[in-house]
C-alpha cells in the first residue's frame, strides 16, 4: 500500500539557517512520481516539484534543493539561508503511475522561520 | 485571471443544509479531483472524475456527491451537511492521472 511521512510536525528557525523538511514514503510501484506542495499561511497549495522514480538526480532551485534516494524511499526538501515567508506548511505526496488515480499525501510539516 | 477558481471561498451554513461547492478551470485539463483537508490528516481524495462522463468515488466520499457539467466544471455537494464536513475543500486539475495536480484556492467550509 501507499503511505507517506512526515515526522516532523512543526519545525521552527531563526532567519537565515538552513532547514530540511524530511519525507519517506511507501510504494510496491517501480514507477511512481514524487511531490511537493507549499501551504502558505494564506490558504492555497502551490506546486514545487515533481520528480518521477527514475530520476534520482537532485534537483536545485534557488534557495530550495530537493534530495531522492530510493534506497531509503526518502525525498527529503531543503531550504538554504531560510526567510520569513518560507513559513507555510509543507506537504509532501506519492503517486503511483500503474494507472491508479490518486496522490496520497504526508499529513504536512509546518514550518516557522522566526525574524 | 487563476487558472482554478472555487466558488465559494467561505461559507457558514447549518446542518442538514445542501450545500454546493463549485470549481472551474481553464487549464484544459481532463482531470478534476476533490479533496478535503483536517488539521493534521493532510489531504484526503473525496471524488475525481477523469472526463464528463467518468466519476469516482475517493476514500472518503460517504455523505457527498458530485456532479460533472462540462470539462472545465466539477461540483461536489453535502447533501445534507453535518458538522464533521467542517473542513477546507480543494479542487485540482491535472492533464493525465500521473501529472502534476494543480490545485484551486480552497473554500473554507463551516457547518454549526
Known amino acids: 500500500a501507499q503511505k507517506v511521512t512526515q515526522a516532523q510536525t512543526e519545525i521552527s528557525v531563526v532567519e537565515k539557517e538552513d532547514v530540511t523538511l524530511d519525507c519517506v514514503y511507501e510504494t510496491r510501484d517501480t514507477t511512481y512520481y514524487l511531490f511537493w506542495y507549499k501551504q502558505p499561511p494564506s490558504g492555497e497549495l502551490v506546486f514545487l516539484i515533481r520528480?518521477?522514480?527514475?530520476?534520482?538526480q537532485n534537483e536545485i532551485s534557488g534557495r530550495y534543493s530537493w534530495n531522492f534516494q530510493k534506497s531509503t524511499s526518502s525525498f527529503n526538501f531543503t531550504i538554504t539561508a531560510s526567510q520569513v515567508v518560507d513559513s507555510a506548511v509543507y506537504f509532501c505526496a506519492l503517486s503511483e503511475a500503474t494507472g491508479t488515480y490518486k496522490y496520497i499525501f504526508g499529513t504536512g510539516t509546518r514550518l516557522k522561520v522566526l525574524a | 485571471d487563476a487558472d482554478v477558481t472555487q466558488t465559494p471561498r467561505n461559507r457558514i451554513t447549518k446542518t442538514g443544509k445542501r450545500i454546493m461547492l463549485e470549481c472551474s478551470q481553464t487549464k484544459g485539463h481532463d482531470r478534476m479531483y476533490w479533496y478535503r483537508q483536517d488539521p493534521g490528516l493532510g489531504l484526503r481524495l473525496i471524488y475525481y472524475?477523469?472526463?464528463?462522463?467518468?466519476?469516482n468515488k475517493g476514500e472518503i466520499s460517504d455523505g457527498y456527491s458530485v456532479s460533472r457539467q462540462a470539462q472545465a466544471k466539477f461540483s461536489l455537494s453535502l447533501e445534507s451537511a453535518i458538522p464533521n464536513q467542517t473542513a477546507l475543500y480543494f479542487c485540482?486539475?491535472?492533464?493525465?492521472?500521473?501529472?502534476?495536480?494543480?490545485f484551486g484556492p480552497g473554500t473554507r467550509l463551516t457547518v454549526l
Open positions: 485540482a486539475t491535472s492533464r493525465l492521472v500521473s501529472d502534476t495536480q494543480y
Open positions: 472524475s477523469f472526463d464528463v462522463k467518468d466519476i
Open positions: 520528480r518521477n522514480s527514475f530520476d534520482e
